[in-house]
């Protein structure tokens, strides 16, 4: 068994051991015969209808994605064709939280689903699988401007502000997704997930950034279309996956819009075909909305109203002075002054303080273990920003180590004690640290005493950004929350384990064409003991009708698939789809 760390790519190797603790090995040996059929049929299905209606030349992106149509891809070989074009793979357990699958992308690293779907859900799945994941999204990297969006896309989506309600939606659509893709589940099961993913997509209130983000996400990289509103093509992952709604999603049934702005407004179900789909008519439009969007973000806005996102968030994030300084935690208050300029922020639990990425000497989460505090803002009797006072200005404001300083903010803010250091980037003033020091607001309310310990003063006259996350990420062994709730380990009966040897033998007949006299008495054993199995009868139909072998065998084989047709709606149309695949290519 291979693990991630073996694998020679430089983009995952690159991984930040944050996003490594979502990485699963990919164990393909334990991909059943039978998931290797499921992983044939539906790509040989998609190449017979994408190969006229997808972006890119289908197979050619496979072939650069290292993916072939006969078996379920191995991360090895994707590494190592990925990683000729400047991407890389990763497996995963099923879906990840939005922002750490973003990040994953601004790396240039492809998360795939290890799981793969089961046969009764070979159409489609909600679940996250490697047919999706891989054949989806890798077959169209190999475009460069396709490709520098989807990493864009990962680096503005990683600094997006989530809320508490956006990771209990991900929670239940995760669960529902696993349930829908579990064999044993029962329908009553299935019901009462689905009623409590109902219940949290009416109760979400204003949706946060990341929520907004991930339906522009979802309108392009998962169900995007390219061209014409009249002569649309298929690029998006989803439906590249889907050989449902790679059909369906075609027909004048399904309106098709001109992607713009407006298609934030548009949320998404992922249990259900698109009511909608949005075509651009190339992908520099996808980079124009993206950017109008990010100019909106609390990362490049930041001021008070990204701190308002933060604390809404609820989780660990980063707000960047005008100095440069970058404070982590999980932000509690924040404090205007009288012309509503963001005069106060505080943090609560561990906080680390940073510039350019890096954490500061001694000011990491162990030393401000209980939060953080400082003002915001210009003080009153300087007329640059402190941050950009000369030594002169610091002399006038007996700023200087060992002094007693009296700073009062235009605020109101007022910060007293003795200069212990004063800490610099380049030629901008970031940190004054005091002892014996006192805060008080505009109102005199008590904000530090002295004999609280060491007051780290933050310098700068704004907060120009904010973002989720921490800054330096090499101090962050886990920043997302790893969910506890697995995928499902399936458990084989020995009816099952017969059925996957058939699957293995039928696949050993068609890759020697040979022993194709074993044929009949393999088609008697499925019907008579696997009478819903019609993908194992499809793939002896066809070995024997390529292979010219025993023409009346092929005849009643056909005979019988199309009985199977008449009698279960729920295989007629993979059945018929199956066949016509076959007869076009034989």
């Known amino acids: 068994m291979k693990s991630f760390n073996d694998f020679n790519n430089i983009q995952v190797a690159g991984l930040p051991s944050h996003l490594k603790q979502f990485i699963v090995d990919q164990n393909y040996d334990t991909y059943t015969p039978i998931d290797h059929a499921v992983w044939r049929y539906v790509m040989r299905q998609n190449y017979s209808y994408l190969k006229n209606v997808a972006y890119y030349p289908y197979i050619k992106g496979l072939e650069i994605a290292g993916l072939s149509i006969e078996s379920i891809p191995d991360l090895q070989k994707m590494n190592d064709n990925l990683g000729k074009i400047g991407w890389g793979a990763v497996t995963v357990d099923g879906f990840i939280p939005p922002a750490a699958f973003m990040e994953f992308q601004a790396y240039h690293v492809l998360v795939i689903a290890a799981d793969i779907r089961q046969i009764n859900h070979i159409e489609y799945t909600p679940a996250p699988d490697i047919i999706h994941e891989s054949a989806g999204h890798a077959p169209i990297i190999a475009d460069a401007e396709y490709s520098s969006y989807l990493s864009y896309f990962?680096?503005?989506?990683?600094?997006?502000?989530?809320?508490?309600?956006?990771?209990?939606?991900?929670?239940?659509?995760?669960e529902l997704s696993i349930l829908k893709e579990a064999l044993d589940s029962t329908p009553e099961e299935i019901e009462l997930v689905e009623n409590k993913l109902q219940t949290i997509s009416q109760n979400m209130g204003e949706p946060s950034e990341m929520a907004l983000l991930s339906r522009l996400h979802w309108w392009t990289v998962e169900y995007g279309l390219?061209?014409?509103?009249?002569?649309?093509k298929i690029y998006g992952a989803g439906l590249l996956s889907s050989i449902g709604e790679s059909a369906t999603c075609m027909s004048k049934d399904v309106p098709k819009l001109l992607y713009d702005s407006n298609a934030i407004h548009y949320s998404y179900d992922i249990t259900k075909p698109q009511p909608q789909l949005f075509v651009t008519p190339n992908f520099q439009n996808l980079m124009d909305v993206l950017e109008d969007f990010a100019n909106s973000m609390a990362f490049r806005t930041g001021g008070w109203s990204g701190i308002s996102k933060a604390i809404e968030c609820q989780n660990t994030c980063t707000a960047v002075y005008s100095s440069g300084l970058q404070v982590t935690g999980v932000f509690s208050l924040f404090y205007r002054d009288h012309n509503n300029n963001l005069s106060f922020i505080k943090t609560e639990g561990p906080t680390s303080l940073a510039c350019n990425d890096a954490e500061l000497p001694n000011q990491g989460s162990d030393y401000h273990a209980a939060g953080f505090s400082s003002p915001v803002g210009k003080l009153n009797s300087l007329e640059v920003s402190l941050e950009d006072a000369s030594q002169e200005d610091l002399e006038k404001l007996h700023i200087a180590i060992g002094s007693f300083a009296q700073l009062v903010f235009e605020s109101g803010i007022q910060v007293s004690g003795t200069v212990l250091n004063i800490l610099k980037n380049g030629d901008k003033i970031i940190l004054?640290?005091?002892?014996?020091?006192?805060?008080?607001?505009?109102?005199?309310?008590?904000?530090?005493?002295?004999?609280?310990g060491i007051y780290d003063m933050a310098v700068g006259e704004k907060i120009v950004s904010v973002f989720n996350g921490v800054a330096d990420k090499s101090?962050?062994?886990?920043?997302?929350?790893?969910?506890?709730?697995?995928?499902?380990?399936?458990?084989?009966?020995?009816?099952?384990?017969?059925?996957?040897?058939?699957?293995?033998?039928?696949?050993?007949?068609?890759?020697?064409?040979?022993?194709?006299?074993?044929l009949p008495e393999l088609a008697q054993e499925i019907m008579e003991v696997y009478p819903h199995d019609w993908l194992s009868l499809l793939e002896i139909y066809e070995i024997a009708k390529t292979a010219?072998?025993?023409?009346?065998?092929?005849?009643?084989?056909r005979n019988h698939l199309n009985t199977k047709i008449k009698e279960n709606p729920n295989f007629s149309k993979l059945i018929s789809d199956g066949l016509m695949v076959i007869e076009t290519l034989s």
């Not at 061209?227 to 649309?232: F, I, N, R, W």
């Not at 005091?434 to 005493?449: M, P």
């Open 548 to 557: 010219d072998f025993d023409h009346s065998f092929s005849t009643d084989l």
């Open 475 to 518: 101090k962050c062994v886990i920043q997302e929350s790893v969910t506890t709730q697995k995928s499902n380990n399936l458990c084989f009966s020995a009816e099952e384990l017969r059925l996957q040897a058939i699957y293995a033998t039928i696949r050993q007949i068609r890759e020697k064409q040979e022993e194709f006299a074993k």
């Open 154 to 174: 990962g680096s503005i989506g990683s600094k997006a502000m989530f809320s508490k309600k956006d990771f209990e939606l991900y929670e239940a659509i995760r």
């Open 226 to 232: 390219i061209g014409t509103l009249e002569d649309p």
């Open 432 to 452: 004054i640290s005091f002892e014996n020091c006192t805060v008080l607001d505009q109102d005199l309310k008590v904000l530090f005493l002295p004999e609280w």
